[in-house]
């Protein structure tokens, strides 16, 4: 069949073909993608018996960090990307640079030599500092990660397990394969999630 669908895109309309059996995970930096990583790809330590419990290996392509999709990308894959409520999204860089972890740390230490130094995630002056410092950084990100907004449905990490089920959901509709019992693998994790299991500490945005 040559029918092509219609999908509601950023204000605009993008023609995309029917029935794409691949699934494509944008990695907007500090937007989950870790957590992207441990769904769908398979580390070689896991036992020769591991076996994926959502979607197989060959059918997900995720995006290096940093790296972008497009228009094109959706004429193959169905394209699924995640954002984090900026308050957040600061709160985790902040914690991640008094870690010394990431390139933006090491980036704004040339500017500002001591603004890790503490090494406290609750330095509420140097956070202040870091702001200032960081004013548009996770616009610019995902910007170059997503410079012409092609997506199919957006994951929020605040209901990262929710709203990836309904997004998986609408990929299966629309012609694509997934691993059976995956909804209520993802069930599961989002009940772990809700109580708390597997969190990483964070400082209040308030």
Not at 4 to 18: D, H, I, L, N
Not at 28 to 41: A, E, M, R, S, Y
Request: charged letters at 25%; aromatic letters at 10%; glycine letters at 6%.
């Amino acid at each position: 069949a040559t029918a092509k669908t219609q999908t509601r895109v950023s204000a605009r309309y993008v023609r995309v073909p029917p029935n794409r059996t691949r699934l494509l995970i944008n990695h907007i930096p500090k937007c989950g993608g870790t957590t992207f990583k441990d769904l769908f790809k398979f580390p070689k330590k896991h036992r020769k018996d591991a076996r994926p419990r959502v979607a197989p290996p060959d059918v997900v392509t995720i995006t290096r960090e940093f790296g972008s999709s497009r228009e094109n990308d959706r004429m193959t894959h169905y394209v699924v990307a995640s954002l984090r409520d900026p308050c957040s999204y600061y709160v985790s860089l902040f914690g991640y640079g008094m870690k010394g972890a990431g390139r933006y740390q090491k980036q704004l230490t040339v500017i500002q030599p001591d603004l890790f130094r503490s090494g406290d995630p609750s330095d509420m002056r140097a956070f202040h500092r870091f702001l200032t410092l960081s004013a548009g950084c996770m616009t610019m990100r995902v910007w170059e990660s997503l410079p012409t907004m092609d997506v199919d449905c957006w994951v929020r990490t605040g209901q990262f397990y929710s709203d990836l089920r309904v997004c998986l959901a609408k990929f299966v509709a629309q012609g694509g394969q997934l691993v059976t019992g995956w909804d209520a693998y993802l069930r599961q994790l989002d009940v772990e999630h809700r109580k708390g299991k597997n969190s990483s500490p964070h400082l209040p945005c308030s």
